[in-house]
């Protein structure tokens, strides 16, 4: 089993930037891909970043490439969201997931990632 747990979220306005964190703990080096996925009220859930555990590969949806970054630091574990020039349109609840298999061709998807955290909220105010 994995454990993920997010923190760093928060209130901020727009034009803001925030980095919010993904700790996994447990049987780690089990995972091969960690994702990030948000939610907003009334919405469907939607992919945000991958990054392949050990290869440090990153892909990104097109609505936040060139503002969002990805990243791991695979000594502690931890895999990070960099969220630059915040918008109001991406509040939402950010979920972290990760993968125990081999699944980069299909990282967008939600119900290729085996463990989930209990997600963060992101505000941003106009």
């Known amino acids: 089993q994995v454990q993920l747990v997010e923190s760093g979220g928060g209130l901020v306005q727009a034009g803001d930037s925030l980095r919010v964190s993904c700790a996994a703990s447990g049987r780690t080096f089990s995972i091969y891909v960690m994702g990030w996925f948000r939610q907003a009220p009334g919405k469907d859930g939607e992919f945000v970043a991958a990054?392949?555990?050990?290869?440090?590969?990153?892909d990104y949806a097109d609505s936040v490439k060139g503002r969002f970054t990805i990243s791991r630091d695979n000594a502690k574990n931890t895999v990070y969201l960099q969220m630059n020039s915040l918008k109001p349109e991406v509040t939402a609840v950010y979920y972290c997931?990760?993968?125990?298999?081999?699944?980069?061709?299909?990282?967008?998807?939600?119900?290729?990632?085996?463990?989930w955290g209990q997600g963060t909220q992101v505000t941003v105010s106009s």
């Open positions: 990054i392949h555990w050990s290869a440090g590969s990153t």
């Open positions: 997931a990760a993968a125990r298999v081999p699944i980069w061709g299909t990282r967008y998807t939600a119900g290729s990632y085996n463990y």
